[in-house]
T-cell receptor, first 113, second 114 residues
Framework: DAKTTQPTSMDCAEGRAANLPCNHSTISGNEYVYWYRQIHSQGPQYIIHGLKNNETNEMASLIITEDRKSSTLILPHATLRDTAVYYCIVRPYSGGSNYKLTFGKGTLLTVNP | SAVISQKPSRDICQRGTSLTIQCQVDSQVTMMFWYRQQPGQSLTLIATANQGSEATYESGFVIDKFPISRPNLTFSTLTVSNMSPEDSSIYLC???????????FGSGTRLTVV
């Protein structure tokens, strides 16, 4: 699996957009970018995933660069409840339901009042 | 997405004893995954459990220490055997979502070994 690099921590003001970067310079053509978050003392929660096009859902937007070597998760209006560790994970799409997820250290996002 | 019920949510155990963690899913799934999260650390995959066959363990994890059962497509257990304080962690089970969408995780079992 391609490795990912994320900043250790970031701060964001409540109500502002939170932009979380991820570097995956060794990503392969068949690998998707997935984002999860883990709020303290809970199991990780799926946020969004994408291959090469930008994606948006009710939780966030995912911007993937044209060369696919990096991506940015955007929380458009961060709230205090968005304080969590955010994980960027790269995995092959073709692995299906049998493919394991490998977690890095992630980014601790702290949303401040 | 699947709903996972994981039990117990927490436990305090004496060293040398064993604890079995249960994971129940509300739909049939091919694979179930067990993770460990040590204090302040990220998640580490322990093993992958396929119904009807032995679990596949990651490097550093062995069946004698972490035996896994997978009796049907909706249930799995992980046992932490002969516990020591170093086994104090959060243990989580996970299943893949439909059509490669996000994996779902249980709420975790917070284990403290004293």
């Amino acid at each position: 699996d391609a490795k990912t690099t994320q900043p250790t921590s970031m701060d964001c003001a409540e109500g502002r957009a939170a932009n979380l970067p991820c570097n995956h310079s060794t990503i392969s053509g068949n690998e998707y970018v997935y984002w999860y978050r883990q709020i303290h003392s809970q199991g990780p929660q799926y946020i969004i995933h994408g291959l090469k096009n930008n994606e948006t859902n009710e939780m966030a937007s995912l911007i993937i660069t044209e060369d696919r070597k990096s991506s940015t998760l955007i929380l458009p209006h961060a709230t205090l409840r968005d304080t969590a560790v955010y994980y960027c994970i790269v995995r092959p799409y073709s692995g299906g339901s049998n493919y394991k997820l490998t977690f890095g250290k992630g980014t601790l996002l702290t949303v401040n009042p | 997405s699947a709903v996972i019920s994981q039990k117990p949510s927490r436990d305090i155990c004496q060293r040398g004893t064993s604890l079995t963690i249960q994971c129940q899913v509300d739909s049939q799934v091919t694979m179930m995954f067990w993770y460990r999260q040590q204090p302040g650390q990220s998640l580490t995959l322990i093993a992958t459990a396929n119904q009807g066959s032995e679990a596949t363990y990651e490097s550093g994890f062995v069946i004698d220490k972490f035996p896994i059962s997978r009796p049907n497509l909706t249930f799995s257990t992980l046992t932490v055997s002969n516990m020591s304080p170093e086994d104090s962690s959060i243990y989580l089970c996970s299943v893949a979502g439909y059509a490669n969408y996000g994996y779902t995780f249980g709420s975790g079992t917070r284990l403290t070994v004293v």
